[in-house]
């Protein structure tokens, strides 16, 4: 599975505007959230970004971009029902190509040298399959997330073949 593609949902009522927050990056560098977003993307090898925005969104998005706005395409969603329905909006630009999907009020870390982004994009190809990084949630805090049952690849310590979400 080759993934030219990304999907950036940034159009959640109260977590649209994080996006645009400026931070330090880890080379002391002042970027926007989203730029930090579209190079994780990048470096994944991927070009083709669009972000899901309310109407209206996507000049202050464009300008947190900077240099990184050539690569967007904005899409809307028209109404505020949750990111199932913010993925679906992003369908004219997906079509039926695989794509990597990044929520734009997270920022991905990862503990080795690739980040996130790469790291999902590589075993998407080599397991030639849909991918989700997940990470483990105390039971107590499940109400608050979305879960997943599953079990573990022969041979591969950090991947689960999912059987229930």
Request: charged content about 20%; proline content about 5%.
């Amino acid at each position: 599975m080759h993934i030219t593609k990304a999907v950036i949902t940034a159009a959640g009522r109260n977590q649209r505007t994080l996006p645009l927050q400026t931070l330090i990056d880890r080379d002391g560098r002042e970027k926007s959230v989203l730029a930090i977003l579209i190079e994780e993307v990048q470096q994944a090898g991927i070009d083709d970004i669009c972000v899901v925005v309310q109407p209206g969104d996507e000049e202050p998005y464009a300008a947190v971009a900077g240099r990184h706005a050539a690569h967007l395409h904005f899409i809307h969603q028209t109404a505020p029902l949750g990111y199932g329905h913010a993925i679906y909006s992003a369908a004219p630009f997906v079509g039926d190509d695989p794509f990597l999907h990044l929520v734009g009020d997270h920022l991905y870390v990862s503990r080795g040298a690739r980040g996130c982004a790469q790291q999902l994009v590589a075993v998407a190809a080599r397991e030639e399959c849909a991918v989700s990084a997940v990470h483990p949630t105390r039971e107590t805090l499940l109400p608050y997330y979305g879960a997943i049952g599953g079990r573990r690849v022969a041979g591969q310590p950090d991947l689960y073949e999912v059987e229930t979400v």
